[in-house]
Each structure stands twice: as C-alpha cells, then as structure tokens.
C-alpha cells in the first residue's frame, strides 16, 4: 500500500465538519505552526464547521482559547474546544460528589475539580492526616508539583485508598522541538498504575470517550450530522488517528508534530495505524 503526501485544501473541502487536534496540529513550543491563519480564514469564507479535540487538560476550554488568542489566532473560541478534561470533570460530577479531591498539575488544571462538594488539593500540599479524606486522585498536567515528591505521594496515597484514579490527559508524550519530546502526565500515570497494580480511568483520545462526547455536542447542533461528513485531523497515530479510526471517522496525519516526515512511513508499518490521509500540515497554501 502506498502513502502519498496531499495538499491539505482538497481534501479538507470535501467535509463539513474539521475536527482538530492542538499540540502538533495548530501550536507547538515555538508557537503557531507556520501558516495555520490561513486555514482558520479559510474555514471562515468557506462557513466550515470546526472543532477542536484536545488531550489537554493543563487549563479551562476559557484558558486554551485565550492562549491562541495571544498567538494571534483569533478565530478559536471556548466554545469550538473540547478537551480531556471536560469528561474528568463530567465523571467527578457524577461519581465523586463529596470530599478532597488530590490532583497532579498545574493550579490552572484544578478548573476541571472545581465544583460544589469537592474541594481540590494539590498533591504536594496533602498532608499524611488528610491523605484518609481524599476521595480520588486526579492527573491532570506534567507541571506544577515536584514530580519526586509527586509521584511517591500519589504511590501511597493510592496504596493506602481505595478509590478512583482518574487520567485526563492519555498523552504519553509531546513534542517540543523536532527531534525531542517531554514526558506528559499519561506517561507519569503508566508508572505509578505499574507500580501500585491498579487500573486507572482515563479520558481523552484513543479512547472513545471523548469522541463521543465530542459527537453528541455536533448532533445537538447539526441534527442529522453523519460520521462520513467529519474529518479528524492529528500528528500522532496512536492518539489523534487511532481514535478516528476506531469511532469510524476518516483521519488525517499531518507531519508538523509528533510524526515527522522522515520517519512517518516507517511508523505506520510499524504500528499498523493507517490514515485515510497524510498531509505535510494542515494549512491551506495561499
């Protein structure tokens, strides 16, 4: 089979509804990826529908859309992202209604805790008394907490409790240069559900959660919406495309994050993770 690099425009004019990943697809650590305006205006003259599917849950939908705003693009309200997060907060309001909640990240990434009944801790201010009143642990972001004291904490805290871990951001990893990446949050939740043998409840992509959630938010606004008419754009095969791929939707890979275009053909032969397409960026070259 081949793989063959397409313009990003043709393709994207054949679907109502674009479905976009962030880190590696829209920013990355040194910004917006070149040309990425183009493609909102596009969108905009073009009365595309779009959204954005995120794994991030470092901050609120509010916070996310202002980071863009302060790149320079404009375009992405709150309303247009959905993150991870969002469904760690839904289950929290569902199932955990009462008590200290213990979480890993940042005080940004608490907005996701926050609610009446539940008060949430930072992980490195939980005392051993208040360690019998936490009520579930909640990763959210690889930053704001020392990751040694961090990590050990959640160990015990986990050994100790009976109660539900939850990840709100899968992500093993993230780009931040061409060649190198940073642990993220999921990668610290695989070591300490290894070490303490418990499973933990995750959201965001692969998963089908949050693709579910993402599509009764278009049905509620486009009645009669199909898979057939979304295309789910990301750089990472066992996130972005293999979510897509799993809820039925066509994907997209583009090059300008966790894959790289000298190594993308080797990773899809390697995994078995196979794009409807591939495209260089997701930008639309004018």
Known sequence: MEFMLEE?????????????????????????????????EWLKAEKKEYYIITNDASRSPKQLAQGFHKMGLKAIQPERII??????????????????????????????????GLEAVPINDLTDEQMQEVVALVLLDDEGFDWVSGINKSVNLLRRRAIPAIVANADGAYPVSSHDVS???????????????????????????????????LQSRFPGIKKKDALMIGDTLQTDILG???????????????????????????????PTFICHAAVVER
């Open 183 to 217: 642990v993220a949050i999921g990668g610290l939740s695989w070591l300490i559900e290894k070490i303490v043998g418990k499973k933990f409840i995750r959201f965001g992509k692969p998963d089908a959660q949050i693709f579910m959630f993402a599509w009764e938010i």
């Open 244 to 274: 897509g791929n799993k809820f039925g939707l066509d994907t997209m890979l583009v090059l300008t994050g966790n894959t790289l275009p000298q190594d993308y053909l080797t990773r899809i032969m390697g995994t078995g993770i196979t």
């Open 83 to 116: 993150s991870s997060g969002m469904l760690a907060k839904e289950f929290l309001n569902l199932k955990v209604r009462k008590g200290k909640v213990a979480y890993l990240g940042t005080e940004d990434s608490a907005h996701y805790i926050e609610h009446r």
């Open 8 to 40: 990003f425009e043709p393709i994207a004019s054949q679907y109502p509804v674009l479905l976009f990943d962030s880190y590696g697809v829209i920013k990355s650590s040194k910004g917006l990826v070149p040309g990425i305006e183009r493609t909102f």
